[in-house]
């Protein structure tokens, strides 16, 4: 079987960047957790605080309770800076002021490595993505140009956001055409226990296959391996920027 490389190491900042709460514990946290580990300053970015991700309960009351479930999961892999954006959940759009938003952003953590999610139009396995995880993938990687770029948006020069062009890579979560992958044997627990810290989130998907934080991350852990030395290990698309 074809394998994947390896994720480039040779980084010290990560901005990673999701829709929602829980998006980068399906997946990317095993690598984050491995990352800390060894000293590197990975951050997080919400575009929302996912209040309308749980059936049961009203957008008023989950946005509280799921920027509180993301920040214990983040701090379980390492990451100590969570900030939030204020678009709403579940009908985000693509466009200016979205880019606008994800361009000082990045210009203020000033990251070489942007992480973010599946921008396709389908998962791997062919199951149609949602329009929030299409929109931010596509803006995160427009914003890491407009960000190098002093005359996209003046307004944040003007407030001191210099242009930053240091990105060097941007790595995509869950994507269908996955290139390369990071080992995760030795961070595969705590992954799971910062998935676990989406408490409410994974009750209210009662019996579905995505509610068991274990068994989920270990299936998908599983289906990297073969593709990476036999492995238990997360996949990312790298683009180079
Ligand atoms: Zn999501």
């Known amino acids: 079987m074809e394998q994947l490389d390896p994720m480039p190491e040779d980084w010290t ?17 095993g690598a984050v957790a491995r990352w800390t580990a060894v000293g590197k300053d990975v951050r997080y970015l919400m575009v929302t605080r996912g209040e309308a991700g749980i059936d049961g309960i009203t957008p008023a009351e989950c946005a509280p309770l799921r920027e509180a479930e993301e920040r214990a999961g983040a701090d379980l892999v390492g990451v100590e800076i969570v900030e939030f954006l204020d678009h709403r959940d579940g009908v985000i759009e693509y466009g200016v002021p979205l880019r606008r938003d994800l361009a000082a952003a990045i210009r203020r953590h000033q990251p070489e490595l942007v992480i973010t999610g599946n921008y396709h139009d389908s998962w791997p396995g062919g199951g149609w993505n949602t329009p929030d995880h299409r929109h931010v993938g596509r803006a995160v990687l427009d914003a890491v140009a407009d960000a190098g770029n002093r005359w996209i948006f003046p307004e944040l020069t003007e407030a001191g956001l210099q242009p930053w062009n240091g990105v060097r890579y941007v790595a995509v979560g869950g994507s269908p055409q996955p290139t390369h992958a990071v080992d995760i044997t030795g961070t595969l627990d705590r992954a799971v226990a910062s998935l676990e810290a989406h408490r409410a989130y994974l009750e209210g998907l009662g019996e579905h296959p995505m509610a068991s934080a274990r068994g989920f991350l270990e299936f998908l852990a599983d289906q990297v391996a073969p593709s990476f030395g036999g492995r238990r290990a997360t996949a990312f698309q790298l683009l180079r920027t």
Do not use: K, T, V
Not at 13 to 29: F, K, N, S, T
């Open 13 to 29: 900042r990560a901005l990673a960047i999701a829709a929602h709460p829980d998006d980068l514990e399906y997946g990317a946290a």
